[in-house]
C-alpha cells in the first residue's frame, strides 16, 4: 500500500504541474516539488491547494481526494475494527476466568 501510495502521490503531482493554472504572475510558483507537497496534503485530507483553480485542476483535486478515502479511511477503520475485535476477544476470555474464579470461591 505504501508504494502505491507514494506512487499516486507523484502521479498526482505530475498532473497538478502540467495542468496548474496559469496567467497571473502574482501566483506563487508551482514546481514538482510544490505539487508533490499538495498532492500529499490531498491524499491525507489535510487540504489542497487555494485559489482560484482552472476546472481541470478542480478535477485532479476531486479525484485526489476520493483515491484518498481508499488509501488511507478504508485500511485504517479494518485496522481499527481489528483492534477492537481482539480488545473483545481478550475482555471476553477475561471475564470468564473471571466467573470460573468466582464460581470455584463460591462452592
Given at each position: 500500500?505504501g508504494?502505491m501510495?507514494i506512487g499516486?502521490i507523484i502521479?498526482?503531482?505530475?498532473?497538478?504541474?502540467?495542468?496548474?493554472?496559469?496567467g497571473?504572475?502574482?501566483e506563487?510558483?508551482w514546481s514538482?516539488?510544490?505539487?508533490m507537497?499538495?498532492?500529499?496534503?490531498?491524499?491525507?485530507?489535510q487540504?489542497?491547494?487555494e485559489?482560484d483553480?482552472?476546472?481541470?485542476?478542480k478535477?485532479?483535486?476531486?479525484?485526489t481526494?476520493?483515491f484518498s478515502i481508499?488509501?488511507f479511511?478504508?485500511p485504517?477503520s479494518?485496522l481499527?475494527?481489528g483492534?477492537e475485535?481482539?480488545?473483545?476477544?481478550?475482555?471476553?476470555?477475561t471475564?470468564?476466568?473471571h466467573?470460573?474464579?468466582?464460581?470455584g470461591?463460591?462452592e
Amino acid at each position: 500500500a505504501g508504494v502505491m501510495a507514494i506512487g499516486l502521490i507523484i502521479f498526482t503531482a505530475v498532473l497538478m504541474y502540467y495542468l496548474r493554472p496559469r496567467g497571473n504572475d502574482n501566483e506563487a510558483p508551482w514546481s514538482i516539488p510544490t505539487t508533490m507537497y499538495y498532492s500529499t496534503l490531498m491524499l491525507t485530507g489535510q487540504g489542497g491547494p487555494e485559489g482560484d483553480l482552472p476546472w481541470y485542476t478542480k478535477s485532479i483535486v476531486l479525484l485526489t481526494g476520493l483515491f484518498s478515502i481508499g488509501m488511507f479511511a478504508i485500511p485504517a477503520s479494518m485496522l481499527t475494527w481489528g483492534f477492537e475485535a481482539e480488545a473483545a476477544r481478550v475482555a471476553s476470555k477475561t471475564r470468564k476466568r473471571h466467573l470460573r474464579r468466582m464460581a470455584g470461591e463460591s462452592e
